[in-house]
Structures are given as C-alpha cells and as structure tokens.
C-alpha cells in the first residue's frame, strides 16, 4: 500500500480500515480536494489583478472552472500512475503561464472595473491653423461617471475665422450624457459648442455615465467650419466677382441659405459628404438644390427619389452589383441609391470628376465643374440664340443659368435650354431659380 503523507489528507483521516479499492479511491479524491482548493484560492488571487487596456476579458469563474477541470485530470493522473506526477508537473507550469499571460497582455480580470478609451480628437476636414484635442480616462471602476476634456487652440494666421467654427462631440452608444461645461446645445445625440465670441484657446468639460457594467466606451471630438477651404484659402476667395448689385438676386441667395442652414439633417449630410470627399458642403448643397430642391428623399444625381432607377447613372457605365458606400448599386436591370447619404457622396465624387479628380481652385474650374455636372455645354445660353445678353462668356458656366442664374445683375435674366433631359425647350424658357454659384455665393454672404 502506498502510503500518503499526512498534510495531504483532511484532518481525521483513518489510514488503515478501508479496503484496497476503496484507499484508492479515496487518494484520488484527496488529491483532487486538495489541489482543487489550492488551485482556486490561487486563480482568485490572481483575478483580483486589475489592468488597463482593451483585450480579452476573463472572469474569476470562468478561469475557477476551466482550471479545476484540468487540476482535476492531473490529480486523478497522479494517483494513477508514477509518470502522472510529471504529466502534473507540465499542466501545472501551462496553469501558471496561462494567468501571467493574462495578467501582463492587459486583460481585465476584475468583474468590478470597466473601461474606456482615450479620446480622439480631429478636425473634418483639417482646418489650418486650428487644432482640437480630447483627453479622457483610460479605464474607470463600475458606476463612476466618464469625465473628457476637449481642448482647441486657434492660430490667427489662418485663413478660416474662429467665429466660423463649431466643436461637436457624438455621445457613445454605450454611455448617457449627463452634462457639459460651456455655451453647448444638444441635438439628438451630438453635444456642439460654438466658438463665436470666444478667445482662441480654451477647453469644455463633458460627463457621461455608463450603460452598465463592463461596457467599452470609445469617444470621438470633431470640429468643423463653415467656410469651406479649397487650396489653402476658403471657399467665398474662389467666388466670381460680382457685377452689378441685384435685390432680386440679394433675396434670393439669402432665402435658400436660411433655408439650408436651419435644417440640421440637410447640414450634417453635406458636412459628411465634404469630410468624405473633400468637396466643400457648400458644393453639394447647391448641387442639391438644383436636382432636388433640397429634398432629403430625393438624389443630388438627377432629382429622382432614392431607391428609384437613376437612367444618367445607367448612361455613364452603369453600377456594381456590389453595394459600396457612396456608390449607386445594381437593382431591377437599373442603378439605384440606397440612401441620401449614398447619393451625396456619389455627387462629390462625380463633381470633382468633371475637372480630373481633383478640387477646383478658381473660380474659372469651380464654375466649369458645376456646368458640367449638369452636362456641357447643355445649357449654355450664348451659342443658343436666347435672349441673354451678356455674351461672349467669361468662362465655361458664365452664360449657364445652372450655374450663374441671379449671382448679380449681369445674370438676372437667363435660359433653360433643355427642359428635361435630352429634350429641348421650345423656345427656350426663362429660368427662375438661382443658380449653383448663387446658391454658393449666398451660403458664404448671409
């Protein structure tokens, strides 16, 4: 009989009156007591280690259960067999590796701690001479409110004036807000300060609170501008000069950006489009205006209700059967748009596709982009016998009303010359709506 020393067996153990089978029996379940609670007491000292960082997570009962499994073969295997004491020796090392591997990797074995990452903060698109940062904790216990900082400092030397921009930050999906410091509003779900008035450096507080426990938080400060810069300078320096004062056209450029302007949904989805593409929102606004007079049901590439077949798109090489953001995808033997926000993207990329791929610079490329858009020469009224009468043009988009209709007084009386695509007015028809450059103009005036 195999003898078992006595710190190896429970207090009042009878060595001798046990049948052989039931000894071995026994042993094995000593050993197995006897490692388990080791074993247990160790894991639980360990998962009591807190880290910071993002990784696996791995509770206390989880590692408890997962490891007394194992503890439970090795003990069986070592009252079995003399060679069980080295196959015990080895799972007993892997144990050992595998809690300082979770240990020094970062994960989280404290069921009582969440976490959060360290904020980003960025300008969209970058916006010169203005810089914004969002500090934040690495990781807070269960139940404790998540605290940010964001700050921004403004370089005068840069060509976008302060009072232009405005700081948003997106509340989490995982966190409630619970206040902020400062002059901020609240809209949905996006908190937004405005800089107007304020000096060119300082910093806003925002507080949120958890959903639950153990939940990741990833928070993202943005700041954006309404003048759009193009080439180092902004958008309103790229703009014709005006020739001759025009109350009409006064009013009617101011109308349409007050329109434009109170309609956060129609904003956001013309900013997202220029932090994709780099296309000023003020672009894509007007485009919007002209194919869809400003409808968010409606396309910025013909006018037509999204989700409806899109015959231009078919026209200039069609659409991948594969949906890609930003792209019209194959539907019915036809190119349709999945969302506003799909088709906003499309036009910022076609635009820019009338003047090689790339981001006018003057006011000459702005304006030949806008008329191309619609389709050139299209609706050029000097090479159409129309009563216009400020021909030659300037540049390619001068005598077009899509683009110049009521900028001054010099284009205060223009002509569609098709009326639907592909179809000609017959005779040309007066048109009565501002034009790209005036609806652009107009953003950057009032």
């Known amino acids: 009989m195999t003898n078992i020393t006595s710190d190896m067996m429970p207090p009042g153990a009878n060595m001798g009156d046990d049948p052989p089978e039931e ?30 960082g993002i990784g696996r997570r791995i509770t206390t009962r989880m590692a408890t259960q997962a490891a007394v499994s194992v503890v439970r073969g090795a003990a069986t295997a070592v009252v079995s067999s003399p060679v069980g004491w080295i196959i015990a020796a080895i799972i007993i090392v892997i144990i050992i590796l595998m809690f300082f591997f979770f240990n020094m990797s970062g994960s989280n074995n404290n069921p009582d701690e969440s976490e959060t990452t360290p904020g980003i903060g960025q300008t969209t698109p970058p916006i010169p001479g203005f810089t914004l940062r969002l500090e934040g904790p690495e990781g807070v216990e269960n139940g404790t409110l998540i605290r940010y900082i964001i700050t921004y400092t403004y370089n005068e030397s840069g060509t976008v004036p302060l009072d232009s921009i405005t700081i948003y930050n997106d509340i989490p999906s995982t966190v409630s807000f619970v206040n902020a410091t400062g002059n901020y509003s609240r809209s949905g779900n996006t908190i937004s300060w405005p800089l107007e008035g304020l000096s060119n450096s300082g910093s806003f507080e925002i507080t949120f609170r958890p959903s639950g426990d153990d939940v990741f938080v990833i928070n993202k400060a943005y700041a954006r501008t309404t003048v759009s810069v193009i080439g180092g300078g902004n958008l309103g320096n790229l703009l014709p000069a005006i020739s001759g004062a025009s109350t009409t056209a006064d009013e009617q450029q101011q109308a349409i950006a007050n329109i434009i302007k109170s309609n956060p949904e129609l904003l956001n989805a013309y900013q997202t489009g220029e932090a994709a593409t780099g296309v000023p929102w003020q672009i894509l606004a007007a485009l919007h205006y002209r194919e869809g007079s400003l409808d968010p049901n409606v396309s ?107 900028y001054d007084q010099m284009h205060a009386s223009m002509y569609i010359i098709y009326c639907a695509d592909l179809t000609r007015c017959n005779p040309p028809a007066r048109d009565q709506r501002p034009g790209t450059l005036s609806v652009i103009l107009g953003l950057t005036r009032f």
């Open 300 to 406: 910025l590439a013909s006018g037509r209700r999204i989700g409806e077949n899109e015959p231009d798109i078919i026209r200039g090489g069609g659409c991948s059967a594969t949906y890609t953001p930003g792209e019209p995808v194959a539907s019915g033997g036809g190119c349709i748009f999945r969302s506003f926000a799909d088709s906003v993207i499309w036009a910022a990329n076609h635009f820019k596709g009338k003047v090689g791929g790339q981001m006018p610079t003057t006011y000459q490329g702005l304006s030949k982009a806008l008329a191309c858009y619609n389709g050139c020469p299209g609706n050029a009224n000097c090479p159409n016998g129309t009563p216009y009468n400020a021909c030659p043009a300037r540049f390619v988009g001068d005598d077009n009303p899509y683009v110049m209709n009521y």
């Open 23 to 52: 000894k071995d029996a026994q042993k094995k379940k000593r050993g197995d007591n006897i490692a388990e609670r080791y074993v247990k007491k160790k894991i639980r000292k360990t998962a009591t280690k807190t880290a910071k």
